[in-house]
C-alpha cells in the first residue's frame, strides 16, 4: 500500500520560510515523478512544483525564484524548500505521486496524495 506523509508546515510570518518533506512508502519511488500541490480555501488543487526521477523540475509561475523541489531518491523523500512566503501562500500542501515519469501540473496524472499540511502566512 503506497503511502505519502507530509510534514513540516506551519504558521510564518510574510517574507519567511519553511521547509515541507515527503516520506513515501509501499511505492517504487525512483520511478515515477513526484509533486507538491497546494489548494486554497474555495479555489482549486493547483501545481506547486514536481520533479522528475531524474531532477528535473516544474515550477508554478508564482513560486518561481522562491521554492525549490528536490528529492532524495534512496530515502524516498521529496523537499519543498519556501523561501520569501507570501500571505497568498496559505493553503493546504499535498504531497503526490506521479502516475508516469513525466514532472505533470494537472492534478489527474497523480495517483497517490498524502494527507496535506497547513501552511499559514501571516502578513
Known amino acids: 500500500q503506497v503511502q505519502l506523509v507530509e510534514s513540516g508546515g506551519g504558521l510564518v510570518q510574510a517574507g519567511g520560510s519553511l521547509s515541507l518533506s515527503c516520506v513515501a512508502s509501499g511505492t517504487i519511488f525512483l520511478t515515477y515523478a513526484m509533486g507538491w500541490f497546494r489548494q486554497a480555501p474555495g479555489k482549486q488543487r493547483e501545481l506547486v512544483a514536481a520533479?522528475?526521477?531524474?531532477?528535473?523540475?516544474n515550477y508554478a509561475d508564482t513560486v518561481k525564484g522562491r521554492f525549490t523541489i528536490s528529492r532524495n531518491n534512496a530515502k524516498k523523500t521529496v523537499w519543498l524548500q519556501m523561501n520569501s512566503l507570501k500571505a497568498e501562500d496559505t493553503a493546504v500542501y499535498y504531497c503526490?505521486?506521479?502516475?508516469?515519469?513525466?514532472?505533470?501540473?494537472?492534478?489527474?496524472?497523480?495517483?497517490?496524495w498524502g494527507q496535506g499540511t497547513q501552511v499559514t502566512v501571516s502578513s
Open positions: 520533479i522528475t526521477s531524474g531532477g528535473a523540475t
Open positions: 503526490a505521486r506521479g502516475r508516469t515519469v513525466s514532472a505533470s501540473s494537472m492534478p489527474e496524472h497523480y495517483d497517490y
